[in-house]
């Protein structure tokens, strides 16, 4: 089992973060952030780098484009036991990522605004959070994502158990989630605009 070293949190909804990051940084774990979760974490008195410095690359485009970088899903994307993944990841000096924690701002909240137009919810549209969170799930093997708050303690509890740890059933389980959380707002955004106008060219 992979032992996790480095994590990116990334959570519209900060119940537990901190706690979490916390349990995390005393297994020595490289934290890495999106901006509004790392205030939080900061804030707190946890050590965090924020997703820019690790990329190497500001957040751009009114923070559209943030953890959309090869540093952060090739990261998450290798196959650890592929010579030539690996070969890659030392060529172009990247790095593992074996934790996301992400979870998105729910499509109502969006759409419930009053007065919001079809173009300012596509402009909350979550992008960069919904592919890190894809990109874990499919390599479960190796990468484990925790889409719901609720499961922070079943990550502390294996983490305290596997020394550093987290079981293959448990990743499995977490991918499965991860999925139907992606799978939900894709729909959430579809059924949104089925039942609204086409914007203005």
């Given at each position: 089992?992979?032992?996790?070293?480095r994590a990116?949190?990334?959570?519209?909804?900060?119940?537990?973060?901190?706690?979490?990051?916390?349990?995390?940084?005393?297994?020595?774990?490289?934290?890495?952030?999106?901006?509004?979760?790392?205030?939080?974490?900061?804030?707190?008195?946890v050590e965090?780098?924020?997703?820019?410095?690790?990329?190497?690359?500001?957040?751009?485009?009114?923070?559209?484009?943030?953890?959309?970088?090869?540093?952060?899903?090739?990261?998450?994307?290798?196959?650890?036991?592929?010579?030539?993944?690996?070969?890659?990841?030392q060529a172009?000096?990247?790095?593992?990522?074996?934790?996301?924690?992400?979870?998105?701002?729910?499509?109502?909240?969006?759409?419930?605004?009053?007065?919001?137009?079809?173009?300012?919810?596509?402009?909350?549209?979550?992008?960069?959070?919904?592919?890190?969170?894809?990109?874990?799930?499919?390599?479960?093997?190796?990468?484990?994502?925790?889409?719901?708050?609720?499961?922070?303690?079943?990550?502390?509890?294996?983490?305290?158990?596997?020394?550093?740890?987290?079981?293959?059933?448990?990743?499995?389980?977490?991918?499965?989630?991860?999925?139907?959380?992606?799978?939900?707002?894709?729909?959430?955004?579809?059924?949104?605009?089925?039942?609204?106008?086409?914007?203005?060219?």
């Amino acid at each position: 089992m992979p032992r996790i070293q480095r994590a990116i949190l990334s959570c519209f909804d900060k119940t537990g973060i901190v706690e979490l990051a916390q349990t995390l940084r005393e297994y020595g774990v490289e934290l890495v952030s999106t901006s509004g979760t790392l205030d939080v974490l900061r804030q707190a008195g946890v050590e965090a780098l924020s997703i820019s410095d690790f990329t190497g690359v500001a957040e751009m485009m009114d923070g559209r484009v943030k953890s959309l970088h090869p540093k952060v899903h090739a990261g998450l994307l290798g196959d650890r036991d592929n010579k030539l993944h690996v070969e890659q990841m030392q060529a172009y000096e990247l790095q593992w990522v074996d934790l996301v924690v992400a979870n998105l701002q729910p499509v109502e909240d969006l759409i419930s605004r009053q007065g919001v137009t079809v173009r300012e919810v596509l402009d909350q549209t979550d992008i960069g959070g919904c592919a890190m969170i894809r990109s874990a799930a499919k390599n479960f093997s190796y990468v484990s994502v925790v889409v719901n708050p609720k499961r922070y303690p079943t990550i502390v509890h294996e983490m305290r158990a596997l020394e550093g740890e987290v079981s293959f059933a448990t990743r499995y389980r977490l991918a499965q989630e991860a999925f139907y959380c992606t799978a939900e707002y894709d729909r959430a955004m579809a059924d949104y605009l089925r039942r609204h106008e086409p914007p203005a060219e």
